[in-house]
């Protein structure tokens, strides 16, 4: 966009554009006498247009009157001598014809914006206007848009100010046409930007009488420009609103404050036209529609009825004319190619996409262009049939369901009208192939197939078919696409729930899904979410419920199972005081907990990348030291419970066949990890013995632990963005004793683990890979005293149940401290000796019945154990 | 101010009448008489049926099929083209009566208003 000439505000046109050899300039006049004369003449006009209406209707029913008084007869001969009869018929063609020409003129004065070429390019709005005849883009505003416009200069004089600023045209163009919609759809409401306004209105120059500022001639013009880009006739409020908000920072600032960015704002004003264009087009489509077919005889009568087709097919244009397919939205490329390539040879097409990427929209897209007859010439006046391939083949033999194709075949041939469409060709048998490829080589007809890219790659590239298909590809819409075609099929949504939705819950359908939802494609796989956010929120909150981003949070939440919504206090809270909590559960360790710690913090703040896994870590350290307890207290304290961790033994895949194992056998049963992470992405996977695993399993994970993917044995992708990886390994045990006892610090001793202990173990780019190498020191006897009494305390936990109290001296903590340590497997034989000498006396007392509800068991040193008498109730 | 407004827009108005009606009125007329007839067309299908004159109906591609089709096709192109030309007729009977209308209806104002006001 230009520089202002100049800084002062401007009466004549400052800027202009050209397009079609004409000059738009700006050059409606607002002052309040110009307004004033506009609305008087504006009402003369109506007045005279509704006194000659009146008039008109009067003549006609005195026409009517006279006519019914004399006789039938005698109307004719009426006409030729003076008569009531005559004048009143003279009277009501005269005033009608006057009426007539008003209204003529009404529409005529609806000027139309030119129509914008296919691929031209927008016009720049340029300082000064350049020489030409000139045109007042005025004109092209619709009545509220212009009302709009006149109100901001309004409000510019009663403030004061001395020009018509951004600021004005915005404030006025909230309350008219579909701007009260756009801040529906943002969930914002009128009282939140009110006062910010006002405060903002006070500050802006004072002065005589307001001109129309430089900026906001640009507003004005940039307002038909983007209407003339998306092929309007007319300049709308919601233009005017985008643009003012485009061109004033304050305004942008302030929606930035209520969490609206400019994308947001754009793809909101976007659903609006998309709307508007559904209707525009369903409409054209109506008329259109009269003229085709519904049967299966063409508008020539060439064809022939088609009773083997019918019988396993369903007719496409017939369910277009009846207003049953969905509308295509975008996907201009991908039609262009696809008509290209019919027009140059009539080919047969496979449209190769990913399930729910939006092919069966294409075809229902060609279906509705046939309707309307706006396609190649070889699609004029031809039905489009899919040929169900399970009505086909379905419970007749092989040779049965050729007989059916050929039977149908045979009717298309014959009926000469029909272009057929086959949704996922790959799942035709090579007979059925064989014999459509026949039909297709020789030109009797052409299809449009489907199929997915694994589909293809793997049945039809290798078959016959792929010698008269032409491949068109149909990728997956980016976001802003997705946005786009969501927006166009929330509104049947919304009839059928009886639901509003507010564009933030579009957004997260799409975003989320795209993040979280790997299995399927958008913008299916965003449709389906919203179809359940709005059940949720219909079923909850009744009719008209707001559906907002958390619905779409919620549901995405409970599929998936991992947390998305906003923190709460709470779980900041929790999430702040996260190695408190873990070391509730595990002993010392303090580097490997704030780690772990401070990678969760990260993913829950969406700080982290979200092509990677969580985190993954690799616990270096002796047996028995607290790598398996800190992974357990994480799956407890951040994913809900120790269910989440999966815990994989690596020494069980030591052979190269278990890769097998764990991403399942081609043709065979699904794999271990890839069929645990694809039901329950949201966990902890454990590798317990990394080191003993085949090095082809350690490959394997390079690539888990780089992309956050892995693709399994059916050729699914596994997606893994929502794991934290935590490998465990003995490597090196007999090192880290020695220097702990040499009192090595950590960072010294965890550069020597690297570089030399376990150099010959595991291949460099792997280590590389873990966001973080930790090593656990061995325990100290502390350390030991204390989880010493964090078994005694389980040991009382679970007594309690049975109504017993139960606690230890500290001699007998002590006592157990020191039997249970052994500095080869750390404090694992604790947990064995609690068994032996705590547990198995309670359960001899138990036994025994020395111990009855509300008593108190105490153990002493060497398993000896106290039971104190409750007092009798 | 007003009354002078609805006035000017009045007597302008009037005055304006036969020139737009012969004028601008008449374009849009023609353009309506054009965009009937060809919808009319459309709608019959005559374009298409004369387009297929020798193409056999049904299928039917053995002699006797290609004679019975040609002459079926004549009798509905004739049939068509009676409806087409029925609404075209319409079409430009509104036309002429358009063209009529506005001299007729100051005449005969003239005539029947002086008429019963003075004899």
Redesign the interface.
């Known amino acids: 966009m230009a520089t202002p000439p100049t800084p002062s505000v401007t009466s004549t046109p400052g800027y202009g554009i050209s397009v079609g050899g004409k000059i738009y300039v700006w050059s409606e006049a607002l002052d309040e006498q110009s307004l004033a004369r506009k609305q ?2 504006r ?3 109506d ?2 247009n509704g ?2 209406l009146v008039l008109a209707a009067i003549c006609l029913l005195w026409f009517g009157w006279s006519a019914y008084l004399s006789q039938a007869a005698t109307i004719w001969s009426a ?1 030729w ?4 009869v ?2 009143s ?3 009501m ?2 005033f009608g ?2 009426v ?3 209204m ?2 009404v529409a ?1 004065r609806r000027y139309r914006i030119p129509e914008r070429a296919r691929g031209a390019e927008l016009p720049e709005i340029v300082a000064p206007v350049p020489e030409g005849e000139r045109s007042n883009v005025g004109d092209l505003y619709q009545g509220e848009a212009i009302r709009a416009v006149e109100e901001a200069y309004a409000l510019a004089a009663r403030f004061g100010h001395s020009a018509v600023h951004p600021l004005h045209l915005f404030i006025t163009s909230l309350s008219h046409g579909d701007v009260p919609v756009v801040f529906g759809r943002l969930g914002i409401r009128f009282d939140d930007v009110r006062e910010p306004l006002n405060r903002r209105l006070l500050t802006l120059p004072v002065g005589d009488v307001p001109s129309v500022s430089p900026e906001s001639e640009q507003v004005l013009l940039a307002s038909f420009v983007n209407a003339y880009a998306r092929h309007r006739s007319a300049v709308s409020v919601i233009e005017v609103f985008y643009e003012a908000y485009q061109q004033d920072a304050f305004i942008r600032e302030l929606f930035y404050d209520l969490k609206v960015d400019e994308a947001r704002i754009a793809n909101v004003v976007e659903w609006i036209r998309i709307s508007d264009t559904l209707r525009e087009r369903y409409d054209l489509f109506r008329r259109a529609a009269a ?1 085709k077919p519904t049967g299966p005889m063409n ?6 009825q088609t009773p083997s087709l019918d019988a396993v097919g369903e007719d496409l244009t017939t369910a277009a004319v009846a207003g049953r397919l969905p509308p295509l939205i975008g996907r201009e490329r991908e039609m262009e190619e696809l008509f290209r390539v019919i027009e140059a040879g009539g080919k047969s097409i496979v449209l190769v996409g990913p399930e729910g990427a939006g092919k069966t929209a294409i075809v229902s897209g060609i279906a509705e262009q046939m309707v309307r007859e706006s396609v190649p010439k070889v699609l004029e ?1 031809k039905r489009l049939v899919s040929i169900v391939l399970p009505a086909l083949m379905g419970g007749v033999n092989p040779s049965e369901a050729q007989a059916r194709l050929l039977a149908a075949l045979s009717d298309v041939a ?3 009208n029909v272009v057929l469409v086959i949704q996922n060709i790959e799942q035709m048998t090579e007979d059925l192939a064989q014999i459509l490829t026949d039909v297709l080589s020789r030109r009797i007809t052409f299809v449009i197939a489907t199929t997915t890219p694994e589909a293809y790659v793997n049945v039809v590239e290798h078959s016959i078919l792929s010698r008269v298909l032409e491949r068109v590809n149909v990728p997956e819409p980016d976001i802003a696409t997705a946005i786009h075609v969501v927006e166009s099929k929330v509104g049947g949504i919304e009839y059928e729930q009886n639901v509003i939705f507010t564009y933030d819950a579009v957004e997260r359908s799409v975003t989320l899904s795209d993040r979280y939802i790997h299995a399927s494609y958008l913008p299916k796989k965003a449709i389906e979410i919203c179809r359940e956010a709005a059940l949720v929120a219909s079923k909850a909150r009744g009719a008209n419920a707001l559906v907002g981003g958390e619905d779409v949070e919620r549901v995405l939440m409970d599929k998936t199972g991992i947390p998305m919504t906003q923190v709460t206090t709470d779980e900041r809270q929790k999430l702040l005081a996260l190695e408190e909590r873990i070391h509730g559960r595990v002993i010392g360790q303090d580097e490997a907990v704030k780690a772990v710690s401070s990678a969760l913090r990260r993913a829950r703040a969406e700080l982290r990348a979200e092509n990677r896994p969580i985190a993954t870590f690799l616990f270096l350290g002796p047996s028995g030291v607290g790598k398996t307890a800190l992974a357990k207290a994480v799956a407890a304290s951040y994913f809900g419970g120790e269910n989440a961790m999966l815990r994989f033994d690596m020494s069980e895949y030591q052979d190269q066949a278990s890769v097998y194992r764990l991403i399942g056998a081609p043709g065979g049963e699904a794999g271990l990890l890839t069929e645990a992470i694809r039901r329950n992405p949201f966990a902890l996977i454990l590798l317990d013995e990394f080191e003993k695993a085949h090095p082809n399993i350690l490959n394997l994970f390079l690539q888990v632990f780089d992309e956050g993917r892995l693709t399994d044995s059916s050729g699914r992708t596994v997606d893994f963005t929502n794991a934290i990886i935590i490998v465990t390994s003995n490597a090196g045990t007999a090192y880290i004793q020695d220097a702990t006892k040499a009192g090595v610090p950590t960072d010294q001793m965890k550069t020597h683990l690297l570089e030399e202990e376990l150099r010959g173990i595991y291949r460099p780019e792997l280590l590389n890979r873990f966001d973080g190498v930790i090593v656990f020191r061995p325990l100290t006897e502390d350390e030991v005293q204390q989880i010493a009494y964090l078994m005694v305390a389980q040991v009382a936990e679970r007594l309690e149940t049975k109504g017993i109290k139960f606690r230890a001296t500290d001699e007998a903590v002590q006592a157990l401290a020191k039997k249970g340590y052994d500095p080869k497997f750390g404090a694992r034989p604790l947990r064995r000796i609690i068994q032996e000498e705590v547990d198995n006396a309670i359960a001899t007392a138990l036994l025994e019945g020395r111990v009855d509800r509300r008593d108190t068991v105490v153990l002493h040193p060497d398993g000896q154990i106290e039971i104190e008498k409750a007092e009798a109730l | ?2 009354m002078r ?2 006035l ?3 007597v302008g ?2 005055l304006a ?1 036969p020139v ?2 012969y004028t ?2 008449l374009s ?1 007329m023609s353009d309506w008489v054009r965009r009937t007839i060809r919808e009319a067309s ?2 019959f ?1 005559l374009g ?2 004369v ?2 004159l020798f ?5 039917e591609t053995e002699w006797s099929g290609k004679i019975i089709s040609f002459g079926v096709r004549i009798a509905m192109i004739f049939v068509r083209g009676v409806a087409v030309a029925f609404w075209t007729v319409l079409a430009l009977g509104a036309f002429a009566a358009y063209l009529v ?2 001299p ?6 003239l ?6 006001l003075f ?1």
């Open positions: 008087l003449r009402v003369a006009r007045s005279v006194a000659a006409m001598r003076p008569s009531a005559g004048l018929f003279s009277l063609l005269l014809a006057f007539f020409e008003r003529c003129e005529r003229f508008r020539a009568m060439t064809a022939v006046d014959k009926a000469r | 101010m007003i407004l609805i000017t827009e009045l108005g009037f009448l737009w009606w601008r009125g849009i459309e709608m299908a298409v049926w387009r297929n193409v056999p109906m049904y299928g209308s506005l007729l209806a100051v005449i005969g104002a005539y029947h208003g002086t008429g019963l004899f």
